[in-house]
């Protein structure tokens, strides 16, 4: 496991606006089955505001201890190792799936799938993906007037940026195209990744290594001299459309800038009476993604990666 630490940084401005960003690296290690990669991952929460009249500031959603206070737009790393240290959540990730997961649906947590063990072909020969595999967390975004110091109400709160890419320091295979982003306001749920693209999420593997996909034969046995049909793990009809994970880009919901007021694009959520918008963001590495053209990731062994987010609202009128 790769444990420097990295100090790159994404520093996003919203010029004439409210924006709150975020930023992740992460470095994978593991052995060579999409499965049992690892990533240890040093988050952290980095933003700049140049407003007229409002900010938008953000926190991490309070726990029983009343643990997180308003007052900043920025987040740093070592209130990242706060915020998991406290609610005992997980920094390493392991290659799992969302299986058919649509670009618009919720994000359960109870139909995630990981470690698929050669000749084990469907879904629910699986095991779950435990919460660990991935990292969740919860923020509020409160948008404030500046003059007044009191909560904007009924204001439209949209994702303005999303960046995922492969680190500028990475001398490894690039996994930026298997990294998930889900969020989640409201009623709105929003899946999301670099390119956009369909996954099938079902198909051939060779979880043995043996060079071959997987087969058996009729007898359910995998002697070398028998005659075997090859596999299909996962989803078994997955040249289905129905049956691929869709996702958004961020051209698919940003808004359109003109001079600090915004328009357009898909809007997140609205802040309430307080002010306030919950956000709930989980990312994750979806294990299906085709990467040189192959499931299974040879050369990402300390590959890292950089995702970038940025929240923004209107400026006053």
Not at 23 to 47: D, K
Not at 127 to 152: M, S, V, W
Not at 187 to 206: C, H, I, P
Request: proline letters at 1%; hydrophobic letters at 40%.
């Amino acid at each position: 496991m790769n444990t420097r630490k990295f100090n790159k940084k994404n520093i996003l401005v919203a010029t004439l606006m409210s924006g709150v960003g975020i930023s992740l690296v992460g470095s994978i290690a593991g052995t060579f089955a999409w499965y049992q990669y690892s990533t240890r991952a040093i988050l952290s929460y980095v933003g700049q505001t140049d407003v007229k009249t409002a900010q938008l500031e953000v926190k991490f959603k309070d726990d029983a201890t009343h643990t997180y206070n308003w007052g900043k737009t920025t987040l740093g790393q070592a209130d990242f190792a706060t915020y998991l240290a406290n609610n005992a959540n997980n920094t390493n990730l392991l290659p799992i799936t969302a299986g058919k997961l649509q670009k618009n649906a919720a994000f359960d947590a109870s139909a995630l799938k990981g470690h698929p063990v050669a000749f084990y072909d469907t879904y629910d020969k699986w095991a779950d993906a435990a919460a660990t595999d991935y990292i969740q967390f919860d923020i509020q975004l409160r948008y404030l007037d500046n003059k007044t110091g009191e909560p904007i109400a009924n204001t439209d709160i949209w994702l303005s940026d999303l960046l995922i890419q492969n680190d500028t320091s990475n001398g490894h295979q690039d996994v930026s195209d298997a990294i998930r982003v889900h969020v989640s306001a409201g009623t709105t749920n929003w899946l999301m990744s670099k390119t956009g693209a369909n996954t099938k999420v079902g198909g051939n593997l060779d979880l043995n290594n043996d060079g071959e996909a997987d087969a058996l034969s009729a007898r359910g046995s995998a002697y070398e001299f028998e005659n075997k049909t090859a596999l299909i793990y996962g989803e078994q009809d997955y040249d289905l459309e129905a049956n691929q994970q869709t996702c958004y880009t961020i051209n698919n919901v940003k808004p359109t800038d003109n001079k600090g007021t915004l328009t357009g694009g898909e809007v997140l959520g609205t802040t309430d009476t307080n002010g306030i918008l919950d956000v709930t963001v989980t990312f994750f590495l979806e294990g299906w993604t085709i990467l040189n053209g192959k499931t299974v990731w040879e050369d990402a062994i300390g590959a890292k990666f950089d995702i970038g987010m940025t929240f923004a609202a209107s400026i006053l009128e």
